[in-house]
């Protein structure tokens, strides 16, 4: 990947006028002169004279009391209720890849239930030669795997379709996290219950009252889904289908049925709710897609953004994001500036892995002028992101799900940031 | 422990790397046909899966009024954010397609299947067979596609046509998209112009990130000034009571109504809505962890008590007693289930 960083161009005065205008911020090679001693380090500090927290104050530990901002929040009017809802990862305020549980978006539809490892019980039925019910024991004692997958709410950046609306990259792409997966693959469990070749499908299903059910061809069950209870070296959370839920690589995060409990081979596709009045895209013409489960490649800029504005004035910045695709590795992503008429390719933390989130960044010098902040995603499929226009050329303005488009910030002079969309 | 020859131990390691094709394990236990068939429900388009049983639109009306129109509406319509059921015909190619069984569902038995498993909200699987049947018959009637008198029954279910059965088409991205958007991208002189043609903060439907911080001290002063005003009134009410028993049973039946959204008794938690022991009598908003919403919050604040008047107006048409109210209950239209229902909720105390 080449990397972008312009501050070789700049002259010692731009260097000097760029520190005015931050203040106290210092800039690497030709510090500013402070006016007076900063009495955080000529005082003796309390934290630096008496006594911190024992070992034994906090058997588990949450975020510092000083992230107390960083957090899942809903949007009140985007459901009747909050039992069957949705909420936001803050993914402005996130770096690197990998998302904490505690902060991780949360979709329930009966909302999120307790289930004990003792009471948990799954069953493999259907076309299979012996039909079986494990415990949670059980699958503890088949060979596992370690894999990390985004999820993604193929609702994620729904609200936008029809124009710019929620101001925030949590709001606008926060329905998606990404985690290390302990699991057992589901063709482990398939084939000790000895599934007949013949069944074409596999019906999973969770143990919630909303019975969430979802058909998933046996070609994609054979391949990479995991049948999951641990997530980022814990056991999952109880919002995220304690103890065990599907993960389904690169699909639509419906798929990934929580509180796992059926598994049923099938000849046909079940054509529950969530697969036909949901999870469907209506095109112009009223006709809708179905089994639209791949989510396409897709980025978002997460810092600046307008819940994370540029606090610092002109100079060094780092414009960071994150890039993702479910039909394979992220291999490049570029950023524009100005709306779109020019990109530059962004530097990739580490190289793109297979349908899991990849951190970029463009260390760049801002000259304080307003941005049209854009991020672009390419996969190894040779996919490049599309424009919002793009996309509703072809599916027309009725859809909801897969919006996987690029996403404009207007930065301002100011620092501030508010989300946009250009022509 | 174990002694593991150094050999069998290289044969282990070298599987993790290449698994066995398929190695049985002999792990877990042959799944009993009554285990099976409590959970295998599921209902498949050509009717595989419907247990025996049937009911019709007139018997489902009944059945759809007191378990499901707290949120779909009398006539199927809808309440509030809550899911309509009928209508829509003939939308799904304007502006804002209206998507319901009728308009928009290919399958019938993705209803069935779904009023079977999942509803209704907060009761799931509690209908009989003949009551889901009789419930998608109302829905169907509801939506003009069977007659009241159509028996819909695990044998006359394939006679039903949905309008919108051929109305999807298999996901065709990869023919229809991704040769458009594959390929080397442009990345200079892209365009001639770029111009901002609409922004967020017109609509102004982002959440306040600030709100939640901010609403907390209030909340807090809300509280501490609704109990010392009421203290007085509390206790007047509390020593007047003195409750009918057969009004009481009458109201806990009443409360059916309202149990998909609130519990009382030991160990009652907060659901859609607020735990109600000893809510009458009390100051509103008081349920500890309860999001209410604004309008609560402010009568809260201008000292609404939950006295036998106020709730008894408030149950009887909601949203005139409290215009933005989150409670999407139509209301209760007689005066018996009224006053049944505050003697029930008065024998909830604590």
Known sequence: ?423 | MLKFPKTIALVALSLTATPALAEMYGLGRAALPEEISAWDLDVSPDGTGLPVGSGDALIGEEIFAEKCAICHGDFAEGVDNWPKLAGGMDTLDHEDPLKTVGSFWPYLSTTWDYVNRSMPFGEAQSLSNDEVYAIVAYILYSNDLVEDDFVLSNETFLDVEMPNQDGFIIDDRASTEYALWTGEPCMENCKDDVKVTMRARVLDVTPDEAGDDSATPAAAEVEEAATEDTAAEIEDVQTEAALDPALVKAGEKVFKKCKSCHQVGEGAKNRVGPVLNGVVGNAAGMVEGFKYSNPLKAAAQEGLIWDEENLTAFLAKPKKFLKGTKMSFAGLKKDGDLAAIVAYLQSVAE
């Open chain 1, 1 to 423: 990947m080449s990397k972008t960083f312009k501050s070789k161009g700049t002259t010692r005065r731009g260097f000097l006028r760029g520190a005015a205008a931050a203040g106290a911020g210092a800039i690497s090679a030709s510090a500013a002169q402070a006016a007076t001693p900063d009495p955080l380090i000529t005082d003796v500090q309390p934290w630096a004279q008496g006594l911190g927290d024992g070992v034994d104050t906090t058997p588990y530990g949450l975020p510092s009391a000083h992230e107390g901002d960083v957090i899942r929040r809903n949007v009140e009017w985007l459901t009747a209720d909050t039992i069957s809802s949705i909420n936001f990862t803050p993914i402005h305020a996130l770096d690197g890849t990998i998302t904490p549980q505690g902060c991780a978006f949360e979709r329930h539809h009966s909302g999120a239930i307790d289930l004990r490892k003792d009471d948990y019980r799954l069953m493999i039925n259907g076309l299979v030669d012996t039909p079986l019910v494990f415990t949670y024991a059980d699958l503890e004692r088949f060979p596992r795997e370690n894999h990390v997958y985004f999820c993604e709410c193929a609702a994620n950046t729904g609200m936008e379709w029809a124009g710019a609306q929620l101001n925030g990259a949590q709001f606008t792409h926060g329905m998606i996290h990404n985690m290390e997966y302990t699991g057992v693959p589901l063709r482990t469990l398939l084939e000790e219950a000895g599934y007949d070749t013949a069944g074409k499908w596999v019906y999973v299903e969770g143990a919630d009252a909303s019975s969430n059910g979802r058909s998933i061809p046996m070609d994609k069950a054979l391949d990479d889904v995991l049948v999951a209870f641990k997530a980022n070296g814990e056991a999952l959370r109880k919002e995220h289908g304690y103890p065990v839920r599907l993960v389904v690589p690169g699909w639509e995060g419906n798929m990934w049925i929580k509180w796992l409990r059926r598994i049923e081979v099938t000849n046909a596709a079940v054509e529950s709710r969530e697969e036909t009045s949901k999870y469907t895209d209506v095109l112009a013409n009223g006709v809708a897609r179905k089994w639209t489960w791949e989510m396409d490649a897709k980025s978002v800029v997460t810092s600046p953004s307008p819940q994370a504005p540029i606090t610092h004035g002109k100079g060094p910045l780092v414009i960071t994001g994150l890039a993702w695709s479910g039909r394979g590795a992220i291999k490049r992503v570029d950023v524009s500036k100005d709306g779109g008429k020019t990109w530059e390719t962004a530097r990739l933390a580490k190289p793109g892995e297979k349908m899991a989130l990849t951190r970029f960044y463009l260390d760049t010098e801002w000259d304080g002028t307003d941005m049209l902040l854009q991020s672009r995603a390419m996969d190894e499929t040779g996919y490049v992101q599309p424009t919002k226009t793009q996309l509703r050329d072809v599916r027309g303005l009725n859809s909801i799900y897969h919006n996987n488009c690029i996403q404009t910030w207007w930065v301002h002079e100011n620092g501030e940031a508010e989300n946009v969309e250009v022509s």
